[in-house]
Nanobody, 122 residues
């Protein structure tokens, strides 16, 4: 499966953005999908994940109540709706997918998008 992340940009603190992860080549509904982010000088960290079997997405504590992950299987796309953005949310956001179960570990995902930059100004 090929993944294309988009939707990043510059936003003021408190604002919102919606990231998209469009898949091609395979049906995304059969894949676990996750979002990770990497800020300058920091390691890549887990943001949210969704299992293809359904159920509620899993979120990192620092985004709970602010970010919402969803899927549109008809469009073969996953989304990350980000609200109440903070300057510390500034990072490159990556979507990832794998036919296995969703986890919070980046090494569990074999397919990655190219990343989209989110910059939150104070």
């Amino acid at each position: 499966v090929q993944l294309q992340a988009s939707g990043g940009g510059l936003v003021q603190a408190g604002g919102s953005l919606r990231l998209s992860c469009a898949a091609s080549g395979r049906t995304l509904s059969r894949y676990a999908v996750a979002w990770f982010r990497q800020a300058p000088g920091k390691n890549r960290e887990f943001v949210a994940s969704s299992n293809w079997r359904g159920g509620s997405p899993s979120y990192a504590d620092f985004v709970k109540g602010r970010f919402t992950m969803s899927r549109n299987n008809t469009k073969n796309t996953a989304y990350l709706q980000m609200s109440s953005l903070k300057p510390e949310d500034t990072a490159i956001y990556y979507c990832a997918a794998d036919p296995g179960a969703s986890t919070r570990l980046s090494r569990s995902y074999n397919y990655w998008g190219q990343g989209t930059l989110v910059t939150v100004s104070s």
